[in-house]
């Protein structure tokens, strides 16, 4: 039989390759509510508030206080590698953030209707814009896509709706709303135990309550004891740990022997971006399993700090799990500062049942 003739191979549309891009990035609400947190962070804002509507494929909504987005950024803000934050190919390593390069607003562009307010300190007012496929676009047929000046107070609103519109397999994908909100309440409450200094909030739309609200003032301890109660906050000692060797530092609040929970909860932030780790989840586990009775699993908080260098930013962005040099080296001295941690409070307490 004669070979078949080869097909002509064809570039895929540029709007099909952003939209495949975008929908690998961004698999859930979730994700883009993360990022959205971590651009209202990086701004400066002292004050974060998220509404929630459908589980946020319907709505996610976002309102800072920062130091807002410049009126002549506004144009490019949503095309794909438009940043503030790093200029040059070595700055990527030393930025101390992963993943996203100027992709997260592009990225939701594609898939979500996507609007934002915005104000500085030096604007007299603030401005809205809307934005389909990275570029600016009219809100309403026959007007402008250009910018409108609103009043407004400073910071930026970021709103988010019907995400996935345009991705009918993904948005079939999703089985339940409550299911999504619960990981949103997750994201939200692993950012607001983190940010010390920082309010957070985080409602259904119309709802008059919030279901995670904590105060600018509130101390790491009270922001978790605000979202994970009492029962687990009054268990935590706290944990250091730092080598310079190995280029790295960790603070945390970890459970004692005290308290064991069927699941481990791991907050887990690498240079100020919620990560998640098997490697770390599995040897923390591993640590506690001699102290806690059959079963039982621990709290832990762990925020550290590595020599950006050594952590491996150029991880494709669909892979939230982080890796960092010298990773087996540093879990040991957390694990053994854990260790320590643990067999110190056990003393105490056998000596003051003695006493
Ligand atoms: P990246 O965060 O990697 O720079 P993003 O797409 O998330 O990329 O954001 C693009 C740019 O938009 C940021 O670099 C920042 O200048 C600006 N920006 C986004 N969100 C905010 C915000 N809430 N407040 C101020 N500036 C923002
Ligand atoms: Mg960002």
Same mark, same amino acid.
């Given at each position: 039989?004669?070979?078949?003739?080869?097909?002509?191979?064809?570039?895929?549309?540029?709007?099909?390759?952003?939209?495949?891009? #975008?929908?690998?990035?961004?698999?859930?609400?979730?994700?883009?509510?993360?990022?959205?947190?971590?651009?209202?962070? *990086?701004?400066?804002?002292?004050?974060?508030?998220?509404?929630?509507?459908?589980?946020?494929?319907?709505?996610?909504?976002?309102?800072?206080?920062?130091?807002?987005?410049?009126?002549?950024?506004?144009?490019?803000?949503?095309?794909?590698?438009?940043?503030?934050?790093?200029?040059? /190919?070595?700055?990527?390593?030393?930025?101390?953030?992963?993943? /996203?390069?100027?992709?997260?607003?592009? !990225?939701?562009?594609?898939?979500?209707?996507?609007?934002?307010?915005?104000?500085?300190?030096? !604007?007299?007012?603030?401005?809205?814009?809307?934005?389909?496929?990275?570029?600016?676009?009219?809100?309403?047929?026959?007007?402008?896509?250009?910018?409108?000046?609103?009043?407004?107070?400073?910071?930026?609103?970021?709103?988010?709706?019907?995400?996935?519109? =345009?991705?009918?397999?993904?948005?079939?994908?999703?089985?339940?709303?409550?299911?999504?909100?619960?990981?949103?309440? *997750?994201?939200?409450?692993?950012?607001?135990?983190?940010? $010390?200094?920082?309010? /957070?909030?985080?409602?259904?739309?119309?709802?008059?309550?919030?279901?995670?609200?904590?105060?600018? #003032?509130?101390?790491?301890?009270?922001?978790?004891?605000?979202?994970?109660?009492?029962?687990? #906050?009054?268990?935590?000692?706290?944990?250091?740990?730092? =080598?310079?060797?190995?280029?790295?530092?960790?603070?945390?609040?970890?459970?004692?022997? =005290?308290?064991? $929970?069927?699941?481990?909860?791991?907050?887990? /932030?690498?240079?100020?971006?919620?990560?998640?780790?098997?490697?770390?989840?599995?040897?923390?586990?591993?640590?506690?399993?001699?102290?806690?009775?059959?079963?039982?699993?621990?709290?832990?908080?762990?925020?550290?700090?590595?020599?950006?260098?050594?952590?491996?930013?150029?991880?494709?962005?669909?892979?939230?799990?982080?890796?960092?040099?010298?990773?087996?080296?540093?879990?040991?001295?957390?694990?053994?500062?854990?260790?320590?941690?643990?067999?110190?409070?056990?003393?105490?307490? !056998?000596?003051?049942?003695?006493?």
């Amino acid at each position: 039989l004669p070979l078949p003739a080869p097909r002509r191979i064809r570039a895929l549309a540029q709007d099909v390759v952003n939209k495949i891009a #975008a929908g690998e990035i961004i698999v859930a609400p979730e994700h883009a509510l993360k990022e959205l947190i971590e651009n209202a962070v *990086d701004a400066g804002s002292t004050s974060l508030e998220v509404v929630v509507k459908d589980g946020g494929l319907k709505l996610l909504q976002i309102t800072d206080n920062g130091h807002g987005i410049d009126k002549e950024d506004l144009a490019i803000l949503c095309e794909r590698f438009t940043t503030s934050k790093l200029k040059a /190919f070595e700055d990527l390593s030393s930025i101390g953030t992963y993943g /996203f390069r100027g992709e997260a607003l592009a !990225s939701i562009s594609h898939i979500a209707h996507l609007s934002v307010t915005t104000r500085t300190k030096e !604007s007299s007012c603030a401005w809205r814009a809307h934005y389909s496929d990275g570029k600016l676009v009219s809100p309403k047929p026959g007007q402008s896509a250009e910018p409108k000046p609103i009043a407004g107070r400073g910071g930026t609103q970021i709103t988010v709706e019907d995400l996935f519109y =345009n991705v009918p397999s993904r948005r079939r994908a999703f089985r339940s709303a409550s299911e999504e909100y619960a990981k949103i309440l *997750d994201m939200v409450a692993r950012y607001a135990v983190h940010c $010390a200094g920082v309010s /957070f909030s985080c409602k259904k739309h119309g709802a008059s309550t919030a279901d995670i609200s904590v105060p600018t #003032a509130a101390g790491t301890l009270d922001r978790i004891r605000q979202i994970h109660k009492a029962t687990v #906050a009054n268990e935590l000692v706290t944990l250091n740990a730092e =080598n310079e060797r190995w280029g790295f530092k960790c603070e945390g609040w970890i459970s004692s022997a =005290n308290y064991s $929970a069927k699941r481990t909860t791991l907050l887990l /932030f690498i240079n100020h971006r919620s990560v998640e780790s098997s490697i770390i989840k599995k040897a923390v586990e591993q640590t506690y399993a001699t102290f806690l009775p059959k079963g039982g699993r621990p709290f832990v908080y762990l925020s550290l700090d590595i020599e950006p260098a050594r952590v491996d930013v150029n991880v494709h962005p669909t892979k939230r799990e982080v890796h960092f040099l010298n990773e087996d080296e540093i879990i040991a001295i957390i694990c053994d500062e854990i260790r320590n941690s643990l067999s110190k409070v056990d003393t105490s307490r !056998s000596f003051m049942t003695q006493s």
